[in-house]
């Protein structure tokens, strides 16, 4: 079927930069919004849960940690799911799951019936559009593929800054049934964003004179491991998984932190809308600064640079005692937040390749399942412990700083740069299982093409490659 040959990745699809793949970008600018803006924006509801089930905040917590669990555990699933029937009929199944969630939970009688309705359906549906959106993305942009990732992360802040003050307005006009019940109908534009998924074939060619007897074809990995025989992967894997142990925590708790200090809720919810402000320009911003000749081969470090950033923020933010002093926290957080969300995809993308960022993905958010599902509850169980927010927020910022620290030394300390290139770094090397499928589909002229772009930035594209066999 047509979608499997996307996701096979054929070696004679040139990515296109654009044209139809402007639109896939618009559906996964929607689809990253409400997979990573839902799990922060149901938030706003988590007081008057509080006080309709009689749990504590421990207990709240589990809503956004179940939905970040499902986005990320199910990986390993999405990509089977992915290679077997393609992108676009695995999201707008979920599409449907991911509303259905929603309007279940909106009739929950216990906390119990919106961990299973509102965390695991809602966010296995979130799961079967997220992956796929991305994997489509990456079919369509290589050259623009920085700013791509920098544009559809962008949904997330864009989604965030619409949600939340949108989920306050709906609970204190239909309570929050009612507000479950409205954003579950919202879900179901997952299905549309689903239908611009048209897959990427490659260009028709005439057919031979004679046919030579067929060979047969060659059975397709629903599930490459093979990945963690790369050691640029592997140090990937564990400093993500590190990170997200703390990365979600702050836009979880910080509007509970303002109503704590004696802010309104219609204030205090106004936090997360000047995150997400911010953030809505961090990442484009950092997208266009990734895409750059002299950035692209450096982007590792851009990465680890930028979950320092997030780091430092969150310590030095754990110390505001008033309304203001989150309001500067949230600007820098959302600067911070925007360029790990802009980087963190294209990091991926660019250490395993195309062929293999289907399988990679899924097994990487699976991965990093555990620590996002214990992540926001531990930080709770911590605020449930102390009542003190401040301790909550340098937990995640240590958390988040480690990462920042693994994947520098790692990098800096255990992958060789290649011989010949002292300019060279550690993405370039990563990424020339990549350059290597380009060079050979399009610059088959001779045996050391698809090896000797090793060494030149990506973002240079052919014409450097030619330049450098020459």
Partial sequence: MGGAVVDDGPPGVKAPDGGWGW??????FVITGFSYAFPKAVSVFFKELIHEFDVGYSDTAWISSILLAMLYGTGPLCSVLVNKFGCRPVMMVGGLFASLGMILASFATSIMHIYLCGGVITGLGLALNFQPSLIMLNRYFSEKRPLA???AAAGSPVALCCLSPLGQVLQYQYGWRGGFLILGGMLLNCCACGALMRPLLPSGKPPAPEEKEPQPKEKKKLLDFSVFRDRGFVIYTVAASVMVLGLFVPPVFVVNYAKGLGNEDTKSALLLTILGFVDMFARPASGLVAGTKWMRPRIIYLFSFSMLF???TDLVGSQADNYMGLVVFCIFFGMSYGMVGALQFEVLMAIVGTEKFSSAIG??????????????????????ATHQ???VFL?????VTLSAIIIFLANFFCIKRPQGTPEANVEM??????REGLYRAENGRNGNAAVEPAGEEPSEGREDGRRSSE
């Fill in 363 to 384: 097994l990487v958010l699976l991965m990093e399942a555990i620590a996002v599902l214990v992540g926001p509850p531990g930080a709770g169980r911590l605020l449930d």
């Fill in 149 to 151: 990732n920098g544009l």
């Fill in 310 to 312: 997030n780091g430092c």
């Fill in 389 to 391: 927010y401040m301790h």
């Fill in 23 to 28: 639109a896939v970008l618009a559906g996964c």
């Fill in 429 to 434: 090397a990563s990424c020339a299982a990549e």
């Fill in 395 to 399: 937990l995640a910022g240590c958390e």
